[in-house]
């Protein structure tokens, strides 16, 4: 049974986050807590980045945060919520962070499917899985 719990979500694969709750849950210890993160990667990954206003993007944070407090809401019993956080960055590395500022003892997070750019460069789970400190469960 793991205390901590993160679950870094997307919202590009909601196709699996019932399999991910429930697996989360089946393995959250009975005083647990699950934490939500999404990672926006706008102004990493993005040629437009600079183009972005400041106002923009506290707009999305905003609708991104109320998106994760809904599905906090809706998925997590009461008894298990921990914290939600909408950050900006490199996707992989800032779930690597987070899970270590909030001393995350697991992560589970759904897999996307394979594009040519992951078998080129690898995909934010298996990064994840590699160099996470904690136990990783990637939910196909």
Do not use: W
Not at 103 to 111: C, G, K, S, W
């Amino acid at each position: 049974m793991f205390k901590e719990i993160l679950l870094p979500l997307d919202f590009e694969h909601q196709e699996l986050y019932p399999q991910v709750v429930a697996s989360a849950l089946r393995l959250c210890h009975p005083q647990g807590r699950i934490h939500l993160l999404y990672v926006n990667p706008s102004r990493v990954h993005h040629a437009a980045a600079p183009f972005y206003s400041k106002e923009l993007l506290e707009k999305q944070d905003k609708a991104i945060t109320a998106q994760l407090h809904d599905f906090m809401q809706t998925h997590i019993p009461a008894s298990h919520q921990g914290r939600l956080e909408v950050r900006h960055g490199v996707v992989y590395d800032t779930i690597l962070a987070r899970a270590k500022k909030l001393a995350v003892n697991l992560i589970v997070m759904p897999a996307s499917r394979p594009g040519a750019e992951t078998y080129l460069l690898g995909s934010n789970s298996s990064r994840v899985v590699r160099h996470a400190d904690c136990a990783v469960l990637v939910v196909r």
